[in-house]
């Protein structure tokens, strides 16, 4: 079998060289901006490793404007996801849907579904609270609470009710482990959070996200403000974690995307352009478009 | 050359501001001090071990201490902070967090800024109409309710403004992590702002000690030590204030000891809140 960490090994057939036919001088780009409708471009092989996330007809209104246009994808289970796109591409915006952060803002609409194992994230009687604790996240800026790193990590397992002190105490060593800090802060588990590096800060996020086993874990430009030592140090650490978990990460670096990903989806303006397995995303990408987007030609 | 003079002018509009600026911020300082020098060179020599020890002794001429007024002060801030602190913390709670779930943050902060500039006296009589004369005589609980009152909306105000600093993205972390709004607020935003709050809260008991006006009509003022708020209640401020009135040169002096004592009490009060308002912004800074 496989290991998990190494699925560009996976035995796939070639991309197909499959291109929509365009009429001459299309720019699927162009189209985008002058809110033409246009079909993603996914790649079969998407497909191959079973999805543990489904994305269907998803389309999002902030009031009036639209920033999500049709989007379907599956997200591959114990696999990390990049979303890429110059900003404004609406990839932040799909991230926070999957655990409904986008609840919290005023005035947002949603159409289509989202399911997570089969079932559904959207729709009445679903559980938000349930999807959140299956669902974790980390943000841009790391966003320790201001109390001990001890109860940062274990904040999820508090709020749910867990009160056996034996019980907290292992599943904060498990996922501070998990998280990559566990022998750098073990000796001052009850120093407050806010002492801790920025680097260390946002693997302590990590952390406490892990905390509960959530199935995915969404990461939105975790390491744009962090030095490339921590960033180094926390994309070797979204490797490890797809062996037990899904990641999706949005980022801007390019490098980063292709660094620590197993597929890779183009955003542009709210649309999904392409979307394939890394490798083949950057070096042999179906649409001139791409192409032109990850060799920063644009954008 | 006609820039140069504009400019030559305006170095003295300049410095003849920043004069006129100085020397009001001088006129402070000098204001509190006279008031300070004042009050200890008339009301220092008053302040004796009996000042805190006895009670009024119904002798003019001889008249005790403030013990009595003193405790009636602490009992009635007291029992006005166990009601106004939490009521003014959750409206405060509800304008700053529930803000878009339901209308009434909206009018509830005009009304909490309308109230927090009623003139005490009108709260005096209010509690008077509502309080004391339905219960029939004057008492420590219509004083309790009186200074509430004026607690509340400063209490609620300071913790909106306190709660609208936490930083946003401690609450998307707590909802992301399967939070309840209730648990975000008990177990992450209060706790980030508790320091602040507290301070807004004893802003709010510094103001209440000190005031007369509502007390007058409510609590009355009492020559006895007294537990039980049934009864006409003492506070130190109306105590001043039938002295400093009254007729006897033992009594006016007792007055002015007793205004270099509350003095005394709300200049700690207000140098305590500013240390735990130093630490608490030293808290969100390392942030």
């Known amino acids: 079998m496989e290991s998990p960490t190494q699925p560009l090994q996976i035995k796939l057939p070639a991309a197909p060289a499959f291109l929509p036919e365009r009429p001459a001088g299309y720019n699927m780009l162009e189209a985008i901006r002058r809110n033409e409708p246009v079909e993603s471009t996914v790649h079969e092989s998407v497909h191959a490793q079973p999805a543990v996330l489904s994305i269907r007809d998803f389309e999002l209104w902030y009031g009036k404007s639209k920033a999500l246009h049709g989007i379907n994808m599956p997200i591959a289970r114990n696999r990390v996801t990049a979303l890429i796109g110059p900003s404004g591409c609406g990839k932040s915006t799909l991230l926070r849907c999957i655990n409904r952060l986008n609840d919290l803002v005023d005035g947002v609409r949603i159409h289509g579904q989202m399911t997570l194992q089969g079932s559904p994230i959207y729709g009445p009687g679903v559980d938000v609270i349930g999807i959140r604790t299956r669902v974790g996240m980390v943000f841009q800026k790391s966003n320790p609470f201001p109390m001990s790193i001890f109860e940062n990590v274990i904040y999820a397992l508090r709020i749910a009710g867990e009160r056996r002190k034996s019980v907290l105490a292992e599943r904060c060593e498990v996922a501070l482990r998990n998280g990559a800090l566990w022998d750098e802060v073990k000796d001052r588990l009850t120093e407050s959070a806010l002492g801790l590096s920025g680097g260390q800060q946002q693997r302590l996020c990590i952390a406490r996200a892990v905390a509960s086993e959530p199935e995915v874990l969404l990461m939105d430009e975790p390491c744009s403000a962090l030095d490339p030592i921590a960033t180094l140090k926390i994309e070797e650490l979204v490797r490890d974690l797809c062996q037990r978990l899904t990641v999706v990460i949005v980022t801007h670096n390019m490098q980063q995307a292709a660094r620590v990903s197993h597929y890779t989806a183009f955003m542009y303006l709210g649309r999904l352009v392409e979307y394939g397995r890394t490798a083949d995303l950057f070096q042999n990408p179906l649409l001139p478009e791409t192409e032109q987007y990850v060799t920063g030609r644009f954008g | ?287």
């Open chain 2, 1 to 287: 050359m006609r820039s140069q003079g504009v400019g030559q002018l305006g170095r003295w509009y300049s410095r003849i501001m920043f004069g006129v600026c100085v020397g009001f911020a001088a006129l402070i300082i000098a204001l509190l001090s006279l008031v300070i020098w004042y009050l200890l060179a008339i009301g220092a020599q008053s302040v004796d071990l009996a000042f805190f020890t006895q009670d009024q002794s119904g002798d003019p001429t001889a008249p005790g201490g403030m013990r009595h007024a003193i405790v009636g002060t602490l009992v009635l801030v007291g029992l006005a902070s166990a009601v106004g602190v939490p009521m003014g913390m959750l409206a405060g709670i509800h304008m700053a967090e529930y803000s878009q779930e339901t209308w009434l943050a909206k009018p509830a902060r005009f009304i909490a800024d309308v109230l927090a500039g009623v003139p005490s006296i009108v709260i005096g009589i209010l509690g008077y109409e509502l309080i004391v004369v339905p219960m029939g005589n004057f008492s420590g609980w219509a004083g309790a309710a009186a200074l509430a009152f004026i607690m509340i909306p400063i209490v609620a105000r300071t913790t909106e403004e306190m709660l609208l600093l936490v930083p946003n993205s401690y609450r998307a972390g707590s909802f992301a992590l399967g939070a309840t709004k209730a648990q975000t607020i008990l177990r992450v935003v209060l706790p980030a702002a508790s320091g602040s709050v507290v301070t807004g809260i004893m802003l709010a008991l510094a103001r209440v000690a000190g005031e007369t006006a509502p007390l007058l009509f409510t609590a009355l003022g009492s020559r006895f030590l007294t537990l039980d708020p049934n009864q006409p209640f003492p506070s130190l401020t109306v105590q001043i204030y039938t002295y400093a009135t009254g007729p006897y040169e033992a009594e006016r002096r007792l007055a002015w000891a007793g205004i270099l004592v509350l003095i005394s009490i709300l200049f700690a009060l207000n140098l305590t809140i500013r240390v735990v308002a130093a630490r608490s912004a030293r808290h969100l800074k390392s942030n």
